[in-house]
Every structure is written in C-alpha cells, then in structure tokens.
T-cell receptor, first 116, second 112 residues
Framework: KAGVTQTPRYLIKTRGQQVTLSCSPISGHRSVSWYQQTPGQGLQFLFEYFSETQRNKGNFPGRFSGRQFSNSRSEMNVSTLELGDSALYLC???????????????FGNGTRLTVT | GQQLNQSPQSMFIQEGEDVSMNCTSSSIFNTWLWYKQDPGEGPVLLIALYKAGELTSNGRLTAQFGITRKDSFLNISASIPSDVGIYFCAGLFGGSQGNLIFGKGTKLSVKP
C-alpha cells in the first residue's frame, strides 16, 4: 500500500511569491491534515480536510489556505510568502481523522520550502 | 492553551542500553501517539494508545498511557544504531483533529 505522497520535495521561492504544495493520501484515507515543522516551534497544525471540507484550522494567518478534492488529494497554498514561512510542510492522512479510534495520522516525507 | 512537555530534549547513549522518554501535560488526553522522525523524512507512527493504563509493545518499543491521562512514556530496550532519530509524542484531546498536539521531540543518539 503506497504511503502519503507529497510533491515537490524541495522548493525555493522569493518573498512575495505564492506556492502550492500537493499531497496524495494513503488509499482509503479521507482525512488529510497539514502541519508546519520548524526547529523553533516544532510541529504546528495548519488545517484538516475531510470529504472536501475544512473541518478544523490552526492559528495561522489567512495567507495559508488549502483544499481537498473528491479523490481525497489535497493542496496547500501560501500566498505573499515571508521569510518566516521557510519550513518543512508535512501532510498526514488518516481514515476518518485521529479523533476516531484506530485512525492515527500517517505522515508523508514533507515539502521543504525555503523562502529567500 | 494545552502543552506537552517532552523530556529529555536529547539523549546520548551506548548501543545496547535501554532508553526511556516521557510526555506530561496539565491537560487530559484521549489518545497518545508516539512517532519517530529520521532526517529528511516525515514522522513514522510507532505506537498508538487509546485507553488510560494501556501498555502496548512494538518489538523493542513499549509505551504506556498514564492512568491520569495526563502523561505517557516510551521505552526502547537494547538500543541499536538505527534507533537514532527524533521521537515525538502527540496527544489528542477533545473530539476534533485540531486538538492533536505534539511534543518538541527527544533527539536520540546511539554510540556503537
């Protein structure tokens, strides 16, 4: 069974640009979550999508947005990039969301975004 | 807000030694998860705990869900070089995905 696939693996952008990251969940998983990982802040929750609807959102500015398609694939967009947006962006999928029994998050290998 | 205190922050041990790390909080959690992250990769799920007092093993790894529901520990027995990495605990409270909180991680180094 294929794991969570994230593309691209690496991305370099300049301030002010926008970026779109892609995530394909494990087959059969309907919940997709996005996390930002930095050395200083650790893993911080961005948002979760389930059945094409944003079910929950973390404390990030509106420049961070996402969507989910009918095949459960998800994209995350960051507009007007800032230097502080440099981070590893991780996507994680689960059957129905980690609040359900036996439905823990499974992570992809992330997209390393560098903003210059 | 809710916070997870994970300790120790880092460990340097000799191959063959046992390792213990833990996470504590002032909040009650419904689920505890333990992950390991290798450089350049995403976290990999090691053990999931869903009930207070639950003790679960996965090979040389053993984790427990504290009976107060405010803590969890992970033990690694007879460490080997491939155990090197960062171990994260994650706790879920409430009924929504947004309430999954991660500890800051324990960086494990193993000397052969």
């Amino acid at each position: 069974k294929a794991g969570v696939t994230q593309t691209p693996r690496y991305l370099i952008k300049t301030r002010g640009q926008q970026v779109t990251l892609s995530c394909s969940p494990i087959s059969g998983h309907r919940s997709v979550s996005w996390y930002q990982q930095t050395p200083g802040q650790g893993l911080q929750f961005l948002f979760e999508y389930f059945s094409e609807t944003q079910r929950n959102k973390g404390n990030f500015p509106g420049r961070f947005s996402g969507r989910q398609f009918s095949n459960s694939r998800s994209e995350m967009n960051v507009s007007t990039l800032e230097l502080g947006d440099s981070a590893l962006y991780l996507c994680a999928s689960s059957y129905t969301g980690p609040s359900s029994y036996n439905s823990p998050l499974h992570f992809g290998n992330g997209t390393r975004l560098t903003v210059t | 807000g809710q916070q997870l205190n994970q300790s120790p922050q880092s460990m340097f041990i000799q191959e063959g030694e046992d390792v213990s790390m833990n996470c504590t909080s002032s909040s009650i959690f419904n689920t505890w998860l333990w992950y390991k992250q290798d450089p350049g990769e995403g976290p990999v799920l090691l053990i999931a705990l869903y009930k207070a007092g639950e003790l679960t093993s996965n090979g040389r790894l053993t984790a427990q869900f504290g009976i107060t529901r405010k803590d969890s520990f992970l033990n690694i027995s007879a460490s080997i070089p491939s155990d090197v990495g960062i171990y994260f605990c994650a706790g879920l409270f409430g009924g929504s995905q947004g309430n999954l909180i991660f500890g800051k991680g324990t960086k494990l180094s193993v000397k052969p």
